[in-house]
């Protein structure tokens, strides 16, 4: 699975977007972009994926460059609740997931 | 999606001893795993659990330290034997499942365990 590098901390306003981006340079063709997040120990929470295109859902959004080599997760209006550890993962599809050290996000009133 | 549940949610055990964690799915899936995640640190996998036949480690990890039972595709267990104090650590399954072509990984809540 590919390497992906990720900034140790970001803060947020509240109510204010959040994007956190990802660097995944060695990616390969049929590899896919995960996000997951991780609040206080508890079980990894699965947020989007997506290949090529960009992915939207009712957590957040998906945008991943033309070359594929980065993506940027978008938490459009953060909450508290929205405090986490983030992680962005590349691979294939077998469910086996390779976790980077991700990004704390503190989402600040 | 998965809807995973482990037990026990947290234990605390004398080093020496051993203790298995099971993982239960409401559905058949495919892909079952155990990771671990140390205190402070991202998570490490520890094997594929495989339905039928010996899990497959990850380098570092030991079948006579982390054995993994899976007799089904909605279940497997987890053991973490002969404790030692480093063994400390939460312990979550995972599970994958095909949708639409493509896998999404669920995971449990974990089991967070403390050896003294």
């Known amino acids: 699975d590919a390497k992906t590098t990720q900034p140790p901390s970001m803060d947020c306003a509240e109510g204010r977007a959040a994007n956190l981006p990802c660097n995944h340079s060695?990616?390969?063709?049929?590899?896919?972009v995960y996000w997951y997040r991780q609040i206080h120990s508890q079980g990894p929470q699965y947020i989007i994926h997506?290949?090529?295109n960009n992915e939207t859902n009712e957590m957040a959004s998906l945008i991943i460059t033309e070359d594929r080599k980065s993506s940027t997760l978008i938490l459009p209006h953060a909450t508290l609740r929205d405090t986490a550890v983030y992680y962005c993962?590349?691979?294939?599809?077998?469910?086996?997931?390779?976790f980077g050290d991700g990004t704390t996000l503190t989402v600040k009133p | 999606s998965a809807v995973i549940s482990q037990k026990p949610s947290r234990d605390i055990c004398q080093r020496g001893t051993s203790l298995t964690i099971q993982c239960q799915v409401d559905?058949?899936?495919?892909?079952m795993f155990w990771y671990r995640q140390q205190p402070g640190q991202s998570l490490t996998l520890i094997a594929t659990?495989?339905?039928?036949?010996?899990?497959?480690?990850e380098s570092g990890f030991v079948i006579d330290k982390f054995p993994i039972s899976r007799p089904n595709l909605t279940f497997s267990t987890l053991t973490v034997s002969n404790m030692s104090p480093e063994d400390s650590s939460i312990y979550l399954c995972?599970?994958?499942?095909?949708?639409?072509?493509?896998?999404?990984?669920?995971f449990g809540q974990g089991t967070r365990l403390t050896v003294v």
């Open positions: 995972s599970v994958g499942t095909w949708t639409g072509g493509e896998t999404e990984a669920f």
């Open positions: 993962i590349v691979r294939v599809n077998a469910g086996k997931s390779t």
């Open positions: 559905s058949q899936v495919t892909m």
């Open positions: 060695t990616i390969s063709g049929n590899e896919y």
């Open positions: 997506g290949l090529k």
């Open positions: 659990a495989n339905q039928g036949s010996e899990a497959t480690y």
